[in-house]
């Protein structure tokens, strides 16, 4: 057992221990269980958009995000709910971190990517997101280290308590992830808001939430969002809970990765490069305030019924206007 002035005074028998853990144990089958049941809803979507067509590098690192988490949260599971020894089971609390940092990295690669693209491939924007990435990688790789924990025999499983030290280190990580996502946000925001003003001075009337549900806003506002609850479990729960949120917001990360991903190869092959608007249309206004129910997760579709709804207009369109020019002709023939 550590130190009291480092863990505090933490009884590990306890019943306030047990509940805590049982509790971490809730959060981390619902973050996995919610990672592998959007994959199992969007693999007639993988295989038809990505597997089915000419692989690209999008494609590629669509796959590298996908199955790392997939795989990894197997080995972590199995791990995670078997008893080990204090020692093997630190080791464990290490290779699940460090699993938590590669799937975070992957992420942040595809957000910058993302943005790079949106902004026409500008070098200055790419130089700033990965001076912002080097320093958000350092401070991740210094919280892993001389890490604080005690690990405890309360029930089955791996389940290792974190000291206020360790906890604090562990939350300038995820916080300088928050960081980094919030530059995201405010840079994709920026840039769909411009592209809604650019549109009306051209007197096209595109909502601004359509182009939002394009350029990935509100993926990246959610992701951070998460990070930030997980954030406060550090400075606000025990030492079995600090952290206890880090799975689901790297379960959600993976989540609206893989969607926003899949979401770009559905209207183009280029996927993450692509920065074609004809996944934006003036019928979506209609389609979103007639309807009360949004999914954001899943808006392809809501592209798709826009889509449907462009066509059936323009085909409505044409129709009336083979009726005008017909009934102008017959009329002049009278005449």
Same mark, same amino acid.
């Given at each position: 057992m550590l130190p009291p002035n480092s863990m505090g005074i933490v009884d590990y028998g306890s019943p306030s221990t047990a509940r805590d853990i049982r509790i971490h144990d809730y959060l981390y089958v619902f973050a996995i269980s919610l990672l592998y049941y959007d994959h199992a809803i969007t693999s007639n979507q993988e295989i038809e958009y990505l597997w089915r067509r000419p692989k690209n590098r999008s494609s590629y690192w669509f796959f590298v995000n996908r199955y790392l988490a997939f795989f990894g949260?197997?080995?972590?599971?199995?791990?995670?709910?078997?008893?080990?020894?204090?020692?093997?089971?630190?080791?464990y609390s290490m290779f699940r971190q460090a699993? +938590?940092?590669?799937?975070?990295?992957?992420?942040?690669i595809l957000l910058t990517w993302r943005i790079y693209a949106l902004y026409g491939r500008s070098m200055r924007i790419l130089a700033c997101m990965i001076g912002s990435g080097a320093i958000m990688v350092t401070i991740s790789l210094w919280a +892993?280290?001389?890490q604080k924990t005690a690990t405890?025999?309360?029930?089955? $499983?791996?389940?290792? $308590?974190?000291?206020?030290?360790?906890?604090?280190?562990?939350?300038?990580?995820?916080?300088?992830?928050?960081?980094?996502?919030?530059?995201?946000f405010t840079l994709t925001f920026l840039k769909t808001w411009r592209a809604q003003r650019d549109h009306a001075i051209t007197g096209i009337n595109i909502p601004l939430l359509s182009l939002i549900l394009?350029?990935?806003a509100i993926y990246f506002a959610v992701m951070a969002l998460c990070n930030l609850a997980n954030?406060?479990?550090?400075?606000?729960? $025990?030492?079995?809970?600090? $952290?206890?949120?880090?799975?689901?917001?790297?379960?959600?990360?993976?989540?609206?990765m893989?969607?926003?991903? +899949?979401?770009?190869?559905?209207?183009?092959?280029?996927?993450?490069?692509?920065?074609?608007?004809?996944s934006t249309y003036d019928s979506f206004a209609a389609s979103y305030y007639l309807d009360d129910t949004l999914d954001i997760?899943?808006?392809?579709?809501?592209i798709y019924d826009a889509e449907t709804s462009v066509r059936r207009s323009q085909s409505r369109r044409r129709r009336a206007h083979i009726n005008d020019t017909t009934q102008s002709v017959l009329g002049g023939g009278r005449n």
């Open positions: 949260n197997i080995a972590v599971s199995i791990l995670g709910f078997t008893t080990l020894s204090s020692q093997v089971c630190k080791r699993l +938590l940092f590669a799937n975070q990295v992957v992420v942040c +892993l280290f001389a405890s025999e309360n029930g089955s $499983g791996c389940h290792v $308590g974190v000291s206020n030290g360790t906890a604090i280190r562990l939350a300038s990580a995820w916080e300088a992830l928050f960081a980094y996502d919030s530059i995201i394009r350029d990935g954030i406060l479990t550090f400075y606000l729960a $025990g030492p079995f809970l600090r $952290g206890s949120l880090s799975t689901f917001a790297s379960s959600i990360s993976v989540t609206m893989s969607r926003l991903v +899949l979401n770009l190869h559905r209207t183009a092959d280029v996927g993450l490069d692509s920065v074609d608007p004809t997760v899943s808006s392809t579709s809501v």
